[in-house]
């Protein structure tokens, strides 16, 4: 479960955060959400995808880390192999929060920091500190403050990217099929990608607005990262090859 | 020349004409969404401003998920606009005996059907357990308020088949806002004064209260009750039922919720009583309930009295305070819904008691009829009337044997409305003949001989082993089938299971669709 509290500097002050990647905290996840101001750096490495949330319906884009529930093939003897390592992952353990405050008589929607007490990730011991000892708020946390607004912005931008997406009909559901070394095949549904045929009909218009906003190489980003397939393919047949050694 | 059918005037603007107006512009006029520039239909709805829509007719079947598709309303903003809800079948109340007795008819097709008849493999099962629960999850599922899909399946798809319950007021001005900007039907806001003829007896034109004349080469009659154009002007001859289907009179309420967060039902609730029954329809932000009776068999107040006590028992304490409205209807249908140059849809052609809410369907399907028999030369109007109105007359046939069945197996006897209903002479023959062979085999697809049925097989069988039907013959039974079955049955009860733990409540659902919309794939 977890325990979301707001951030301050009293209560906390003595709080470390372990920054280290591992199952144990959390990271063995199939996929985390991502959003066009990071896909330079996610498809690098890792197929993009669309997913929808279960609790809502609305689509993400997602960097895909594996197959399965709880599989990330890029965790490796509790460490990351190397990659880059997505910001709503990295953000782990505060999250965004929203506070309404009384300025001048008005009421203002402020973001604030929250962290989730009951995250492993939260020790007394190790870890980096989230305040220095004299007060203000340490590197490290600075570095999560910026970190969070990218990822608000970023999450809001998606949002966008996804309506005009659908607005022009550019998304697909497809259906993966795998076979690994083994001779075993899989099969990976419920994800969601570029239909390339409808963009390659869209009127130059439509292109236009599309580039205007950054979306037209996005798509493009998306589309290349699907040879990240292969990679997970790789890790996968050398993790079921080193099981079976 | 023969001249091709440009022209259309809809004459009447409740849920019928609205209805037509979009499925034929959408149809006709428009290309993946889009208006067209070279539409084929030019369309005129004309709407008195001094006559009152009904607004009742507040259940839909699952073909309305395929018609609001098909006219290119989001589901979101249909389900948000017109307070909707989900309907996942009807529930019987009291049909059976009186005794507290309720059986669900499901809009799902059982198991295996249409390809394989599971039904004969269920009858030596029927002390354990229900048809509907043997072949179906959606029963069960409803019964427990969960809703047909979840908030990420895509607008119009389900896991559990499903239509909806609706605003029909609502309903209707969304339909022609829709008609009216999206899909460029004309509206015209004019009382009718008169009709003209040509010389072949065609209708040439309506004529205005002052006096504009709005000519056409087809014309729909969606004038409800009044069929002004269909009845009164061409007077195509009634046919009335009202000896097979009593039902005349209904009271219509409308009841606010005790609790903002109370659970919404999946299914029409149909309750039996002394004479006639209650429907209970339950949208987002109310219940619509309301008494239908034959005035032969009680008179208003008795009626009346049957109602309040309904809603007494379901919670409402105070029943003086609701504004009650009486409604009259001669249960029957015009021998001929299309006549010359005019159709009629929707009450215009005809009314029967909304047992299974088939009003709107027929509205639907009737459009859609037309819909495809567009564009038409004008020599073969009268080729294309001639076989709508034969398959017309089918549907009305199935829809009162198959409404009267649910009467001729109760068992009821606490009022002589229940004993005439199951007088021989009161039942179609058709239906007793059919009554005879059920009670040596299961009603199968050859049972329903007409095509694009609006009741097929399973819907039968739904109705007679909800109602305790014996089915003695036993049939023999493959054990390669039987097989077959048994896998079917464990799937069913695997998935109720599954699906009981997946499926949100309905009232959540709605509210998370007014909150974040339905993804479009």
């Known amino acids: 479960m977890s325990k979301h509290v707001l951030l301050n500097s009293v209560e906390h002050l003595d709080l470390k955060v372990i920054t280290a990647r591992g199952a144990e905290f959390g990271d063995n996840v199939w996929f985390t959400p991502t959003f066009p101001l990071e896909f330079r750096s996610v498809q690098a490495h890792y197929p993009i995808f669309f997913h929808k949330d279960a609790a809502t319906g609305q689509f993400f884009s997602v960097a895909v880390f594996g197959f399965t529930h709880h599989e990330n093939l890029f965790l490796h003897d509790d460490n990351w192999r190397g990659y880059y390592v997505p910001l709503t992952l990295r953000r782990q353990p505060f999250l965004i929060g929203k506070q309404v405050v009384r300025e001048d008589g008005t009421e203002q929607t402020q973001s604030v920091i929250h962290l989730d007490l009951d995250s492993p990730r939260v020790s007394k011991a190790q870890g980096e500190a989230l305040f220095l000892p004299l007060g203000g708020s340490s590197p490290y946390l600075d570095e999560v403050s910026s970190m969070l607004k990218t990822i608000h912005l970023g999450l809001q931008d998606n949002a966008a990217f996804v309506a005009l997406l659908l607005e022009h009909k550019l998304l697909e559901s497809f259906t993966l099929d795998i076979q690994l070394d083994d001779g075993s095949k899989h099969q990976m549904i419920g994800f969601y990608t570029i239909n390339e045929d409808t963009l390659a009909a869209l009127p130059t218009d439509v292109l236009g607005q599309l580039h205007a906003k950054g979306y037209l190489q996005a798509i493009y980003m998306l589309i290349a990262s699907q040879a990240n397939v292969r990679t997970l393919l790789k890790l996968k047949n050398q993790l079921n090859a080193s099981a079976a050694a | ?521």
């Not at chain 2, 009750?225 to 001859?237: D, F, I, Y």
């Open chain 2, 1 to 521: 020349m023969d001249t091709v059918i440009k022209h259309i005037v809809i004459v009447g603007g409740g849920t019928a004409g609205w209805l037509t107006a979009a499925i034929l512009a959408a149809d006709h006029n428009t290309d993946n969404g889009q208006l067209l520039n070279t539409g084929a239909l030019h369309i005129t709805l004309v709407e008195s401003p001094d006559v009152a829509t009904i607004g009742v007719g507040e259940g839909t079947w699952p073909s309305m998920r395929n018609t609001l598709q098909r006219i290119g309303i989001s589901e979101a903003e249909f389900i948000t606009q017109c307070d909707a809800s989900f309907k996942q079948g009807s529930q019987f109340n009291n049909w059976r005996n009186n005794s507290g007795d309720s059986y669900i008819h499901p809009f799902s097709l059982p198991a295996g059907m249409p390809d394989f008849n599971i039904c004969p493999y269920w009858l030596p099962f029927k002390q354990q357990v229900s048809f509907a629960d043997a072949v179906n999850a959606q029963a069960r599922l409803s019964l427990a308020g969960l809703a047909p899909k979840q908030i990420s399946t895509a607008e119009y798809s389900f896991i559990n088949n499903y239509g909806y319950h609706l605003d029909a007021g609502k309903f209707s001005s969304l339909l022609q806002q829709h008609a009216t900007r999206v899909l460029g039907v004309n509206y015209v806001r004019a009382h009718i004064a008169d009709i003209t003829n040509t010389v072949q007896g065609d209708i040439a034109a309506i004529i205005t209260k002052d006096g504009a004349a709005i000519t056409a080469d087809l014309f729909i009659d969606c004038s409800g009750t009044a069929s002004l154009l269909l009845g009164r002007h061409l007077a195509v001859p009634f046919v009335p039922q009202k000896q097979v289907l009593f039902n005349d009179s209904a009271i219509a309420v409308q009841v606010p919720y005790q609790q903002p967060d109370e659970a919404i039902a999946s299914c029409t609730q149909s309750s039996a009583q002394p004479v006639g029954w209650i429907w209970d329809i339950g949208l987002q932000s109310r219940r619509g309930v309301g008494q239908v009776y034959s005035s032969a068999h009680c008179d208003d107040k008795q009626a009346e009295q049957q109602l309040r006590r309904y809603l007494q028992q379901s919670g409402i304490l105070d029943t003086d305070q609701l504004t009650l409205r009486k409604l009259s209807f001669t249960p029957g249908h015009y021998a001929r819904c299309w006549q010359n140059n005019c159709v009629a849809i929707g009450m215009a052609a005809g009314f029967i008691e909304p047992l299974e809410a088939s009003a709107l369907t027929l509205v639907e399907w009737s459009a859609k009829y037309v819909s495809a028999q567009l564009p038409l030369p004008a020599s073969l109007v009268s080729i294309s009337a001639a076989r709508m109105n034969q398959a017309f007359s089918q549907h009305w046939q199935q829809i009162i044997e198959f409404l009267k069945l649910h009467y001729v197996l109760s068992k009821r006897s606490d009022h002589d409305y229940w004993h005439d209903h199951r007088e021989s002479s009161g039942i179609p023959s058709a239906l007793q003949n059919l009554l005879q062979l059920w009670q040596h085999k299961v009603p199968s697809a050859h049972d329903v001989t007409h095509s694009d049925v609006l009741f097929p097989a399973a819907s039968y069988q739904y109705i007679l082993y909800g109602m305790g039907f014996e089915t003695r013959g036993y049939p023999e039974l493959k054990p390669t089938l039987q097989k077959k079955a048994h896998g079917l049955f464990e799937e069913n009860a695997k998935r109720i299971q599954q699906l009981a733990a997946a499926l949100p409540g309905n009232r959540q659902l709605l509210d998370k669709i007014r909150q974040y919309g339905l993804p479009p794939i």
